[in-house]
């Protein structure tokens, strides 16, 4: 039997706290597989004392974790301490330079330095590995960098982020609120306190940046990602997109255009006959078009001690049996640096809601705006009509440029019988 | 730049064609992603003039495939001759003993023979991949052996015959019989001439087999696959699934027990709303139950040239970035040689459609032989009541062992009233 791989675990949350249960519980298979024991023999955390259900009196302590880059006896680094910037940062950093391989969960720190990191790991023949960072327990990273890597890949898409998932789908159940939803997901555990990463679409942002980057061989670029959250949605348009034969999911969405690369977080109706629309609840899903292999669809749990410590583990393995690919699927020095294709150039469907009063002629204005913006309409429903009053009237635009549908936005909120904001959601053709 | 890995192709079919296009026409990212070509240099099939839409001018032909074993410039032999024994095997084992790697779309052989080849391989430090064997171009055998190696696999399975799922999904929308979608299947190229293989499971239960390996750590036993196949199943009995809220598909079943594993290939009804009933038409798709990861599903097309080369170039690319990892994800040498648990002692619920004289009295000798045979019923259907004549009477029943469920099959068949053999389809609780 080969020398044990040594660990070391900054953060022992439920995560860091899930990867010392599956390296215990699992150990005989996990050894077998890996040809070697993966061995936790450091750890670091805000609280040595609170009770995580495991005893760490076997491991070094260390107060900085940073500090568990400088030991000898370890072998890997197993960031999961979070955070684009600060101590996650300065300990992947120096573990690398220390010639150590980092494990991570951060979807924020591979977002914004993940380049950066995988140069410095590469010159130093180590690995960057960040499975546990996109989709959870989902291999969707090595699917992509590995088993689909004869593809030219087309576009990748998915529901990224279960919070939302989860209150999207509770809405259309339930026909509440979001705010209602919220405090109720709060309250349970799928939602943080401060909901900003997860409805506001910067977690899944975060996610797709990293999905774009193995896809395309390109370089991780989180500030081209268009994102647009979930806020605006109310039970109303959940209602009609039902109505419509959509459901309503919050998608990152990556494609390939000629040199460059359109990314966008957004919530989209999508046909109820698509697989991603059958996707309910926390769970997360991606879905790969390759040139050969047509699409393959992963799904699973998005987030959680178990899941997301079992692609933690999975990185761990491949450490231990030697498996060494390219951060990105592409060698760092190698990614292309891609130009990042404006939403206002996109060509797609929308969905439209207004708030009109009921009276004569207000049709006929928005069909006005539509005609001089060259949007034409696919279908129009109105409903629960109330002379005078205002109510709901639905449009969907056949495939126009996002540029064309918000100058007729513009355009239609100017309307007198206009009453509220335009409500815009695309429409995706999957 | 490294040096090209060289590959030689036995088998030019299909897949073979799909093999030289996606290295052609993938050529630039295929070698980014692998830091060195990878470059056909031999090829050898039964006709070489045949017209494949490539060209074959630029390789090495071989009359006899087996003597590229010996070609000293191929580093790869790329075997899709098919077939469990002959010719393919001959030419595995002599390339692999010769120290070149091999890829293989042939999952007769692995089935068949795949530990001791696994065992050669290794022992030789070379790999042999087998990721187009399995569900085509889904990437699952590098999820459950590399992605998901952190958790204890409780239980595999999936829909692992896309000409099954199509005649089946084909039947319940059209409503038409078996043998009539058999012929239009063939007539498009879904089924082959002789369609043994497909619909009686024996391609399915290749497949679980080697499943089976990779998610437990065992060798490779096909002999321990528990066969049933489409043929019986009529639309009358997918109606009825229709009414009882399930859907009708070849599941590929295994499960690991105490120091034995379940192996199983039959009919399976399962709930409208568990994902993989949403998995229609010649698409296939696979769920992993890992003890930390909970459910994973990947889903794709489950054969054809395009998805099946995707995945035999997807080896390729692993075995150029020299990724080695154990060939069923524990070494050769140390898998277990588990016991095959027989399906008399499966405990499951069933669906059960008689053909019955419309009289009194079938109902109560029907529930008898239940009775004494220790089954109890969940719901009973009886349609189209035409006195004196056969009618069709479903019951579900409640979870049982298959012994005792046999034994009351014996006993109703036995009955005057029952006219025809009864039929019996296993209901999954997914």
Redesign the interface.
């Known amino acids: 039997m080969n020398k044990p791989l040594k660990i070391a675990i900054a953060g022992l949350g439920t995560v860091g706290a899930?990867v010392i249960?599956?390296l215990s519980?699992?150990k005989d298979?996990?050894t077998?597989?890996?040809?070697r024991a993966i061995e936790v023999c450091a750890v670091s955390a805000r609280d040595r004392h609170r009770d995580r259900g495991v005893s760490l009196a076997p491991f070094t302590w260390y107060d900085n974790p940073v500090d568990m880059a400088l030991d000898d006896e370890v072998d890997v680094v197993v960031e999961l301490i979070g955070g684009s910037d600060g101590i996650a940062k300065a300990l992947c950093e120096k573990a690398l330079e220390n010639g150590k391989h980092v494990v991570t969960a951060n979807k924020a720190l591979i977002a914004h330095h993940g380049t950066e990191l995988a140069k410095t790991a590469e010159a130093k023949g180590v690995s960057i590995m960040y499975?546990a960072a996109v989709a959870g327990?989902?291999?969707i990273i090595?699917?992509l960098?590995?088993?689909?890597?004869?593809?030219?890949v087309e576009r990748v898409y998915g529901i990224l982020n279960g919070t939302c998932n989860y209150m999207l789908t509770n809405m259309r159940e339930t026909g509440r609120d979001f705010d209602v939803i919220l405090s109720e997901a709060q309250d349970l555990g799928y939602a943080e306190a401060d909901p900003t990463f997860d409805v506001d679409g910067i977690d899944a942002a975060h996610k797709l940046a990293i999905l774009t980057s193995v896809a395309f061989?390109c370089e991780v670029d989180f500030d081209g990602v268009q994102t647009e959250g979930i806020r605006h949605v109310s039970p109303v348009d959940i209602e009609f997109a039902e109505e419509l034969g959509y459901r309503i999911k919050l998608l990152g969405i990556a494609s390939r255009q000629n040199g460059s690369v359109e990314q966008r977080v957004h919530p989209c109706m999508v046909s109820k006959k698509a697989?991603i629309s059958?996707v309910e609840g926390v769970f997360n899903a991606v879905v790969v078009e390759?040139?050969?292999?047509?699409?393959?669809?992963?799904?699973?749990?998005g987030a959680g001690e178990?899941?997301t410590?079992?692609?933690?583990?999975?990185d761990?393995?491949?450490v231990a049996?030697?498996?060494?690919?390219?951060t990105f699927?592409?060698?760092a020095d190698?990614l292309e640096k891609l130009k990042s294709a404006p939403l206002t150039g996109h060509n797609g469907s929308y969905y439209v809601r207004l708030m009109v009063v009921d009276e004569p002629g207000v049709f006929a204005d928005v069909a006005g705006v539509l005609k001089a913006n060259n949007v034409s309409m696919e279908t129009i429903v109105q409903r629960n009509r109330a002379p005078g009053e205002p109510v709901p009237l639905v449009l969907t635009l056949h495939e126009t440029s996002e540029q064309s549908m918000l100058n007729a936005l513009n355009g239609i909120a100017a309307l007198d019988s206009v009453v509220e904001t335009p409500r815009m959601i695309r429409i995706e053709d999957f």
Chains 1, 2 share one sequence.
């Not at 410590?309 to 999975?314: P, Q, R």
């Not at 049996?321 to 390219?326: A, E, L, N, Q």
């Open positions: 899930g249960k599956v519980d699992n298979i996990i077998a597989r890996s040809g499975e327990g989902i291999p090595k699917a960098r590995e088993g689909l890597a004869g593809n030219g061989g697989p059958q390759g040139n050969f292999v047509d699409q393959v669809v992963l799904q699973g749990r178990g899941p410590a079992s692609a933690v583990v999975g761990l393995v491949d049996r030697g498996v060494k690919v390219p699927s592409v060698a190698k």
